[in-house]
């Protein structure tokens, strides 16, 4: 394998004498290696098997030098700074000790240091009263500074830089890998700190603005689940380009900012998540418009492979400032601002503010106490009654999850149960609600109560699960409950969201004899239609339709013409969150067959629910006004 394709050694010199720097030009050409390149094949040739016929050329192409030169040390600074910025930095800098009238080698030496701390540093001096260690100090890490004794060989010249390049590759090799992303180049989380910690040391020096922007690709995942990782990765390569695009060097620094290499700006955090950096900015509107123009950018359809992909980032914004003044809090909000932008809509950016922690705290002390409710007792389930519109009577029960914990107190399942779900944490604790409420049913209708009919909440990633029927036939078998006795509650949005799965799902509940039920009917976007593809027994239409049911017209035509559509399909209708008689009126007027609500009464603790069903079975006379009287007192 051949190395011709090795870019040249880039070397800065820095003499003040033009005749010095003529020297190290003639030392550094190509052409004047020539001649040693023949010698040293000619000894190679003596000492060990004959090379390649090319191999000459080999090693002529792959030592070559790409110098710069410069008469003083403050051109040898601004040409690192330069080159920095340019993104192509020198491997290895030979500065002259003395460079009269101005500032001398180690002057230079400490500022280049400063811009680039992988460059190898060679002082050369004709002193031999030099001392190593004291320089070592002003030019830290004393390793990578060496010493050059004027005057000294051609030889030296060349083997040196070839030498000191070959360490300065390495160990760029090595830092690549350690703080940049392999995947798109980009720096990495550790370098991103890194480079963050600086904007920040500078912006507090000269008492300037910062600001960070969390970026985050909403829905990435569904990108790799559907079209492979391979596209995934595609994908955030392209979205890097466009970020690096979009993103001037300049950006946001104020007019005496010192340039700085692109990829300053951005980095990847890991996965789907970017940061991007603008130091000096001078008012939060900078900003936003690098968040609005980031946004329209990454927005332009993409095209991967065969498929046509429009992505659309959220954005969170913290300043420096008045958001933090240190790395980690800026980062937290920048990463809490974008995670209110992404529940705002997709596409959106937020800047930070303080009420968006309380909010967090909230959620946060929510989660770590929801972890372990479980084990410790804190959940009860309640039961609402379910009545007979005809007779009055009661004709079921459901089951409903309540969480009261010592710190927070009764929360309620609003606001928990979004929290459990998100967290993975619902699996367990709709499995216990399950199996509490199977077992209650059977402790009821073994004590001779009239108990038709358990109903029991499932959460989408419950039924999302592929073994989740087989919990189920397994908690039967368990408890003992008669399969006709337990009816799951499933939301119209869950059996949506994959129709495929629940057309397959319902059709194995069904076939271990239990009822099934879809909830909050109309506000999703099934028909009709759909539902013949499911094997449901009830339709649970949604309280919000009962809430409006007196005063809008458009409510009640929906409703009636759901009850009647049932009716026409066999299927039972359950109306929800009924509050007073002018509603359970309308109900009876187009012959529902089920409400319940706190017209009827709220959900009661086991003992409560106990009560209600053994006068539920007492009262068994009179008129079906007068039974749900004597029922709900």
């Known amino acids: 394998m051949t190395n011709t394709n090795r870019a040249p050694i880039r070397v800065l010199i820095a003499d003040d004498e033009a005749e010095v720097r003529d020297a190290y030009r003639q030392i550094l050409t190509e052409a004047d290696m020539s001649g040693e390149t023949a010698v040293f094949q000619n000894l190679r040739e003596r000492l060990f098997a004959r090379p390649p016929a090319d191999s000459a050329r080999n090693v002529a192409s792959h030592r070559t030098f790409a110098p710069t030169f410069c008469e003083g040390a403050e051109a040898a600074v601004k040409a690192v700074r330069d080159a920095v910025a340019a993104e192509s930095p020198f491997a290895v800098a030979f500065l002259d000790m ?9 002057w230079a030496a400490a500022r280049i240091r400063e811009l680039d701390p992988a460059i190898e540093i060679v002082l050369c001096t004709a002193y031999s009263d030099v001392d190593p260690a004291h320089i070592g100090t002003l030019v830290p890490p004393e390793e990578k500074l060496s010493y050059l004794q004027k005057p000294f060989h051609p030889h030296e010249i060349r083997q040196m830089t070839i030498s000191l390049a070959s360490k300065w590759r390495a160990e760029h090799r090595i830092v690549k890998l350690a703080y940049f992303d392999t995947l798109t180049g980009l720096p990495n989380r550790e370098q991103s700190r890194n480079r963050l910690a600086s904007a920040v040391n500078l912006a507090k020096e000269h008492g300037r603005v910062l600001a960070v922007l969390y970026l985050d690709l909403d829905n990435f995942k569904r990108v790799n689940d559907t079209l492979g990782h391979a596209v995934g990765d595609e994908l955030l390569c392209l979205v890097a380009g466009r970020m690096r695009n979009s993103l001037r060097a300049d950006e946001g620094a104020a007019a005496d900012a010192q340039p700085a290499p692109r990829n300053n ?4 955090l890991g996965g789907d998540e970017f940061i991007v950096v603008l130091p000096g900015i001078r008012t939060p509107a900078d900003a936003e418009a690098v968040a609005r123009r980031l946004i329209a950018e990454l927005q ?12 659309t980032p959220s954005i969170g914004i913290s300043l420096y400032p008045e958001n933090g003044a240190d790395v980690d809090t800026l980062l937290r909000n920048a990463d809490l601002a974008m995670y209110f932008a992404k529940r705002k809509a997709p596409g959106m950016f937020a800047f ?6 309380d909010a967090a705290l909230h959620r946060f002390t929510l989660e770590a106490r929801l972890r372990g409710a479980l084990e410790r007792g804190e959940f009860t389930l309640h039961y609402q009654p379910q009545f007979d519109v005809a007779t009055g009577t009661v004709s ?6 309540r969480w009261n914990n010592e710190l927070l107190g009764e929360v309620p399942p609003l606001a928990f149960i979004p929290v459990a779900e998100e967290t993975g944490l619902i699996l367990p604790i709709g499995e216990w609600a399950l199996r509490t409420a199977c077992r209650q049913a059977k402790i009821w209708r073994d004590e001779g109560l009239p108990i038709n009919r358990m109903a029991v909440n499932v959460a989408g990633p419950q039924f999302a699960l592929k073994e989740f029927p087989a919990l189920v036939a397994s908690i039967l078998a368990e408890t003992g409950i008669e399969p006709g006795m337990l009816e799951l509650e499933i939301t119209e949005s869950v059996v949506m ?9 319902l059709a194995q509940l069904k076939e271990l004899g239990i009822l099934l039920a879809i909830d909050d009917f109309g506000t999703g976007y099934s028909s009709f239609g759909r ?28 409703a009636a013409a759901i009850i009647a559509m049932s009716r026409s399909l066999r299927i039972n209708v359950t109306a929800e969150g009924v509050e007073n008689f002018p509603q359970l009126l309308f109900l009876q007027e187009h012959a529902c067959q089920e409400a319940q609500g706190f017209l009827f009464s709220k959900p009661l603790p086991a003992d409560e629910a106990r009560v209600l069903l053994r006068r539920a079975a007492d009262t068994t006379s009179g008129t079906r006004t007068q039974r749900l009287r004597s029922l709900i007192g």
């Open 265 to 268: 700006h951005i980095a990847r």
């Open 98 to 106: 003395r460079m009269p009238p101005g500032p001398d080698g180690v």
């Open 497 to 505: 969201k994959d129709e495929a799965w629940a057309e397959q799902a």
């Open 352 to 357: 930070f503010n303080p009420s968006m922690n």
């Open 396 to 401: 079921g029960m459901e089951a409903l999850l």
């Open 531 to 558: 539902l013949r593809n499911y094997a449901v027994d009830r339709l649970k239409i949604d309280q919000s339709f009962m809430t409006s049911l007196v005063d809008c017209s458009d409510d009640r035509a929906i």
């Open 300 to 311: 332009q359809p993409l095209k991967l492979a065969a498929n046509t992909l429009v992505i």
